[in-house]
């Protein structure tokens, strides 16, 4: 089976590490994966602020990059989000075969990993980890990804903690961050006065994770923050 990496702009800028993981884990189940060069944005932020126009000219390139890929893995559930949904909106009835193929082959890391590849767990070195995991508007709310990750967390040994917010937002939402700052950190802290004591907080979304860690180092510490790919492929070689 062969995979096209979605990097995604905060995984270029912020979670390399995640992303280079990712393509490792991939590797280990038995997936060929490869980075489709010339990928740039989703399209998302300009989407969200109304610049539809813009918004198209970006997805139009998205689209003919990733016209050859047979899956496209995506190492955040809001840009794989943007494309499996967000693209028919945008495009609507102009969209054509294209926008309806590139969902189709569109997947989040874990619902690929659970879904495509029928894989429900990676390793066993989470044993004795407590782990709380947030769950990202768009993974849940759009994709409908909610077990997958839970599943290869707790099948890779992890005890998963009772969170009470662990399904609420966490106030990032892109432009909404910027835009409204007060609220979305009252939402972050809303989120981080509920957390238990873990050892390691995780999630699909690295939009909620910089913004999650940023607002738990302004409050004066916290967990340690990891993306879900990086906490799965430790735990695949036994070293988280």
């Known amino acids: 089976m062969r995979a096209t990496l979605f990097v995604t ?3 270029d800028q912020f979670f390399a590490d995640a992303c280079a993981d990712t393509v490792e884990l991939l590797r280990s189940l ?3 994966v490869d980075v489709a060069m010339g990928q740039t944005c989703c399209g998302q932020p300009a989407y969200n602020a109304g610049h539809w126009p813009e918004a198209r000219s970006i997805a139009s390139h998205t689209l003919g990059v990733l016209a050859d890929a047979e899956y496209l893995v995506v190492p955040s559930g809001s840009c ?20 309806a193929e590139l969902a189709g082959r569109t997947f989040e890391l874990a619902e690929f ?16 980890r407590r782990v709380a995991y947030h ?9 409908g990804s909610r077990e997958e990750p839970l599943t290869l967390l707790r099948n890779a040994g992890a005890e998963l903690v009772q ?10 939402g892109g432009l ?12 972050a802290d809303r989120k981080l006065d509920t957390l238990p004591d873990p050892d390691i907080v995780t999630s699909a979304d690295p939009g909620c994770l910089l913004h999650l860690s940023g607002r738990a180092a302004e ?17 695949a070689n036994g070293r988280s």
């Open 135 to 143: 769950h990202g508007c768009h993974a849940l709310r759009e994709l």
């Open 163 to 172: 969170w009470e917010a662990a399904e609420e937002c966490c106030g990032f």
């Open 30 to 32: 038995g997936v060929d």
């Open 9 to 11: 702009c905060l995984g």
């Open 113 to 128: 990993i659970v879904g495509v590849l029928g894989v429900d767990a990676v390793g066993s070195g989470l044993a004795g």
């Open 219 to 235: 409050r004066g510490g916290g967990p340690v923050f990891r993306h879900l790919a990086s906490v799965l492929w430790e735990a």
């Open 176 to 187: 909404f961050s910027a835009k409204l700052p007060e609220v979305s950190a009252a939402m």
């Open 80 to 99: 794989a989000a943007m494309m499996r949904t967000g693209y028919g909106e945008l495009f609507g009835d102009d969209g054509g075969r294209a926008v």
